[in-house]
């Protein structure tokens, strides 16, 4: 017997961020990557400003913008609202883009940032330095959704190499998903498009192959 998944989601009747929410955050941190799931969950589009240890630009900007150098720090363009903190941060999104609730595994405290953190704990770190980087004059597009393994490691790249990225969130239930599968007669993520380059692609190794080509500045080995 074949049973079919209705995707259905909530997102359609929320209200939308004219401007996309600006994160500064890294892949490796597990509060960073709670609020990642509630832009997952709340189907965001954020640019993300990379903070990898040792990165040179937008870590500077964020002891700047909000006197401290600590991760995740939100940005919201639409409300002049900024602010740190992991659980301050999806509430506020919650609030304001959503209909105010916020998943159980997100409101759990300690076992929140447990979990988290165990879902980044088979990647050793990745995402978390960086690696010296050409700076690109505007951010790279990406469609991508916090769940997927493939997405994660486009974006362990991109946050490696301080690579300002404007994600396009496209979890399970989004509707994006069907503007997408019009436009390019499938779905499937990570997908990016580098408005520097022109260059637009799938699959998660190309992408990262791409990515190190084409802003690092020392060439790996391997
Ligand atoms: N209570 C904060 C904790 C944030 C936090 O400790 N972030 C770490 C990264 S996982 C940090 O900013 N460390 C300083 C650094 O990376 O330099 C929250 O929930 O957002």
Known sequence: RCRKVKETSKVGQCPRPAKPIEIYEFEGCPFCRKVREMVSVLDLDVLYYPCPKGSPTFRPKVLEMGGKRQFPYMVDPNT???MYESDDI????AKTYGDGS????LKLGLLTTITAGLALSGRSGKGSSYTPAKLPSQPIEIWAYEGSPFCKIARETLVELELPHLLHSCARGSPKRQDFFKKYGLFQAPYIEDPNTGVKMFESADIVEYLRATYA????LS
């Open 217 to 220: 500045l020392r060439q790996r």
């Open 80 to 82: 002049g609202v900024a």
């Open 102 to 105: 916020v998943p159980i595994m």
């Open 90 to 93: 999806i509430n506020y999104l």
